[in-house]
């Protein structure tokens, strides 16, 4: 089995000057952890999830993780403005630049070795340097579930 056998496809993408708000709102919207950021050829220039817009230093040199931030400044102003920083932040100043990609014919046991490799929990799927899906490991789930009752 390849990748082309299990990866979803449209991908829910964001380009790089959109803002972190725009992000969160997509990526709420599709019920999505992760948006990959492509430019207008469909390039990968990057991948935003979740964990890259928390508190953090990327976005802001203030706090290691949300609980720090909470258990030091619990007034609800000084929240929101911290907030309200980060929602205008741009996608490319806090996406993850070094994407590991696969090409459809990849079988799906180098997948997972990557995977596990690069501690990460998708992969996209590129064809000529142009993104055509996603592999994630949910989709993985899939495969192991659909044959476990063969």
């Known amino acids: 089995m390849q990748v082309k056998d299990i990866m979803s496809s449209p991908v829910v993408t964001i380009g ?4 972190v708000q725009e992000a969160a709102n997509l990526m709420l919207q599709s019920n999505l952890s992760a948006l990959v950021v492509v ?24 706090a290691d993780n949300l609980y ?7 007034d609800p102003k000084a929240i929101e ?3 309200e920083k980060v929602r205008v932040r741009l996608v490319k100043e806090v996406m993850t ?9 990849v079988p799906i046991g180098e997948v997972v070795e990557r995977m596990l490799k690069h501690r990460v929990n998708r992969l996209p799927v ?3 340097k142009e993104l055509v899906g996603i592999v994630t490991r949910h989709d993985l789930l899939k495969v192991i579930a659909a ?3 063969e």
Not at 16 to 19: H, K, L, R, V, Y
Request: net charge negative; glycine share 8%; hydrophobic share 40%.
């Open 16 to 19: 790089p000057e959109a803002t």
């Open 39 to 62: 430019d207008e050829s469909k390039h990968i220039v990057g991948i935003l999830t979740h964990s890259d817009f928390g508190v953090q230093r990327k976005l802001l040199p203030l």
């Open 68 to 74: 720090q931030l909470l258990g030091s400044w619990a």
């Open 81 to 83: 403005d911290i907030a």
């Open 126 to 128: 590129v064809r000529d």
């Open 97 to 105: 630049r070094d994407v590991e990609v696969v090409t459809e014919d």
């Open 147 to 149: 044959n476990e009752g």
